[in-house]
Nanobody, 120 residues
Framework: QVQLVESGGGLVQPGGSLRLSCVASGRFISLDAMGWYRQAPGNQRELVATGTSGGNINYADSVKGRFTISRDNAKNMVYLQMNSLKPEDTAVYYC??????????????WGQGTQVTVSS
């Protein structure tokens, strides 16, 4: 019922910047938590940053001060601004949202992922 489409990944040199975008569509009442996770080859998927509709934001220690999560509720979008990128940031980045549906139900949804490669 809820679909996510991510964009903005790519190849960037160390120290560079990228901005990821994720738009939600479908039938839902509201989007509660929205966030970004990443998974590097051979590693488990890990949290990068999340933000709730109430404004609570949480970052992984490894990205604090470099990454910024933001959302546009009117457009059902969440963004991840990534600055001062490092080779260790290389991963597939996934958008995740928790959507409130009718009849008190909620749905957790993952995007398809977008590749971010940091390399010279």
């Amino acid at each position: 019922q809820v679909q996510l489409v991510e964009s903005g990944g790519g190849l960037v040199q160390p120290g560079g910047s990228l901005r990821l975008s994720c738009v939600a569509s479908g039938r839902f009442i509201s989007l509660d938590a929205m966030g970004w996770y990443r998974q590097a080859p051979g590693n488990q998927r890990e949290l990068v940053a999340t933000g709730t509709s109430g404004g609570n934001i949480n970052y992984a220690d490894s990205v604090k001060g470099r990454f910024t999560i933001s959302r546009d509720n009117a457009k059902n979008m969440v963004y991840l601004q990534m600055n001062s990128l490092k080779p260790e940031d290389t991963a597939v980045y996934y958008c995740h949202v928790s959507a409130a549906l009718r009849y008190g139900r909620t749905q957790g949804v993952w995007g398809q992922g977008t590749q971010v490669t940091v390399s010279s």
